[in-house]
């Protein structure tokens, strides 16, 4: 009987004491966020409550494991295993509350300041941040459990020795992956693009979506992903129409024929402008800037607070500006002229040519006298 009683009182005792404890934590945290509504650290310190459950229950059995004297024979390997949980799952409850951290750091800077790219470059630091403490962790937690067996102990100084040579090695072999890496820290820490930046790469123009250690993936206008390496960016020149100041001045072009009313237009574009929200009011202009034997060409400058609303008002102008010339003054839009060409001053078109050649004649006004 006691064989029995015993390995259930101490594995079913540890199970539900830390399941009492998981209990108690969730529910402190619970009242914590209820009221301290301003902060949203102890609503995230919730999500390592699976960790933090793990933890605690692997820590109790394998603390009471040896008073159990259940399967004696496979004790070294039911140890070991508590043991790889226990680190793995402190591990990830270290991960857990650096994030909850980290994310309430951010948010809270976020709150207090209003400035949009500042923000968008302290978002794209803290991911960055959390990718390399993840990442830290992770390979400490496996050197952990490497270390609990014994074979990798006594192989321990030799790799330790050889370490300078391997990380030749793994340098040589890992360069462009390195380059990335430091790429990815060059771009977080230098500001030169941020989670959020409207950006133009290769002729392709969308917003900067995600950003790793090693590549960046930039979503376009018509919802494809482009993913390019960090060292990309580092390397080669690009667009960012957010950097500084998100306001941005948009050009529309029209060809119109040489009798368009300008100075109506000019009139009408203002009209435009007043009645699209999306432009800030800051500029608007329009002006002739080049012509040709057929037609003119007519640039107008509107502003707007960002590259999005930029595009709203270039496509609302030069629709209903379209529209408007083609109800109102339908003779400014361009045409093929087919009409005969105008003689020169004091002399008028004769005859058409013989057919041997003959020259033109061409007949002179009459003169009149005083």
């Not at 392709?204 to 979506?209: A, D, R, S, Y």
Request: glycine residues 8%; proline residues 6%; aromatic residues 6%.
């Amino acid at each position: 009987m006691e064989n029995l009683l015993r390995p259930l009182i101490v594995v079913g005792g540890s199970v539900v004491l830390t399941l009492l404890i998981g209990w108690a934590t969730d529910l402190l945290l619970r009242k914590a966020d209820a009221r301290h509504g301003e902060t949203p650290l102890w609503g995230l310190l919730r999500r390592g409550r699976i960790p933090y459950q793990l933890v605690l229950c692997a820590a109790l059995l394998r603390g009471s494991y040896d008073q159990a004297r259940l399967l004696e024979e496979h004790r070294v390997g039911i140890g070991r295993t508590l043991t790889l949980v226990l680190i793995g799952s402190a591990a990830w409850l270290v991960i857990r509350i650096a994030a909850a951290v980290v994310e309430t750091s951010y948010s809270r800077y976020a709150r207090v300041h209003r400035d949009a790219a500042r923000v968008r470059r302290v978002r794209t630091q803290v991911s960055l941040i959390m990718r390399v403490v993840a990442a830290v962790v992770g390979v400490v937690a496996v050197a952990a459990m490497l270390l609990t067996f014994p074979a990798m102990r006594a192989a321990g100084a030799s790799l330790l020795a050889s370490a300078g040579v391997l990380g030749i090695v793994a340098g040589v072999a890992a360069q462009s992956t390195l380059s990335n890496m430091f790429a990815g820290l060059q771009i977080a820490f230098g500001d030169m693009v941020r989670i959020g930046d409207t950006v133009v790469v290769d002729g392709e123009w969308g917003t900067v979506e995600e950003i790793t250690l090693t590549f960046l993936t930039v979503r376009t206008w018509d919802e494809r992903r482009i993913t390019m390496p960090v060292s990309y960016f580092t390397s080669k020149p690009f667009e960012n129409w957010s950097r500084g100041t998100p306001q941005m001045t948009g050009i529309v072009y029209w060809h119109v024929d040489h009798t368009a009313p300008v100075e109506a237009m000019r009139e009408k574009l203002r009209d435009i402008l007043r009645e699209c929200p999306a432009w800030d009011g800051r500029a608007c202009g329009l002006n002739v800037t080049d012509t040709t034997p057929n037609t003119m060409q007519v640039r107008a400058l509107v502003t707007a607070k960002d590259a999005d609303d930029i595009w709203t008002v270039r496509v609302t102008v030069r629709e209903r500006m379209i529209r408007w010339l083609a109800q109102e003054h339908p003779y400014a839009l361009p045409r093929v002229n087919t009409a005969d060409a105008a003689p020169p001053p004091g002399r008028v078109p004769g005859p058409s040519p013989s057919p041997d050649g003959a020259a033109r004649r061409v007949h002179e006004p009459p003169r009149t006298s005083r």
